[in-house]
């Protein structure tokens, strides 16, 4: 199914699955490529018609804008200060806001979901963890490792590499590689992820890599509101139903069009 006619700022509404996250997003304070602060993106996405969004910065591998100079804890509280802000508007706005990040590796990234702020606090290890061992660490604290965009060629990726034995599942559709917004039509990247995801037998993720309020209508739609990320994880994990789109096409949680 595809829904024509859909407006660019908009969701699509799929039937029986009305709550839909954003779970691939940016915000000004802490990845340096974004343009709105947290809370301008939740407004922004409350508006869209979404239920809640997973803030995922650009962490200390990737495109941060927060220093690397600082001190694990200081670097932390700094990275996740929108989060907490974004969450406080959301809290008072019938909006839910969960944390995550969005791990680079010499371009290649990776969506972390499922920890906590405070366990990776204890967890100073995950700032210089290879690929394996943030696999390792992410998973001892009950979060999860989606590889985002794998097939994604761009400027910052020198090329494309792939982990399919670290990872939990793939991002098989990011809304940013579609050209609704008038960008470029890279919808072959998605295909692929599909592909790859499909041949792995992992199930996707989908998200919009929003970074800025100009928004794609991607995300994840679930039957019942999640109660938390670990819910969410789960989801991701098991499989359980859910659906996936990024703003025109409706995909099953294993990258069937529906
Ligand atoms: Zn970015
Ligand atoms: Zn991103």
Redesign the pocket.
């Known amino acids: 199914m595809s829904v024509a006619a859909m407006p660019l700022k908009g969701i699509p509404r799929i039937e029986g699955f009305p709550y839909m996250y954003e779970t691939h997003c940016?915000s000004s304070e802490a990845?340096a490529?974004?343009r709105n602060t947290a809370v301008e993106m939740a407004k922004a996405h409350k508006e869209a018609g979404y239920a809640g969004f997973i803030l995922t910065n650009?962490n200390w591998g990737?495109?941060t804008a927060i220093s690397r100079e600082l001190a694990w804890g200081d670097m932390l509280d700094a990275f996740f200060e929108p989060y907490y802000l974004a969450k406080e508007w959301g809290d008072a706005n019938d909006f839910q806001v969960f944390p995550g990040y969005e791990a680079g590796y010499k371009g290649t990234e990776f969506l972390i979901y499922g920890i906590e702020i405070e366990w990776m606090h204890k967890h100073p290890e995950l700032r210089d963890a290879p690929v394996k061992d943030q696999y390792e660490i992410i998973h001892s604290g009950g979060g999860i490792v989606v590889h985002a965009h794998p097939f994604r060629e761009a400027f910052y990726i020198s090329r494309i590499r792939l982990y399919p034995e670290y990872i939990d599942a793939v991002e098989g559709i990011n809304a940013a590689h579609c050209p609704h917004l008038g960008g470029e039509d890279n919808s072959e990247f998605n295909e692929k992820a599909l592909k790859y995801a499909a041949k792995l037998g992992m199930f996707i993720t989908g998200g919009s890599?929003a970074?800025n309020v100009d928004l794609f209508g991607g995300g994840m739609a679930f039957s019942e509101r999640l109660r938390d990320i670990g819910d969410f994880t789960d989801a991701v994990v098991s499989g359980r139903d859910y659906r996936v789109t990024d703003g025109l096409h409706i995909y099953d949680q294993r990258g069937g069009l529906i």
Request: charged share 10%; hydrophobic share 10%.
């Open positions: 940016h990845s490529c974004a650009h990737g495109n890599d970074h």
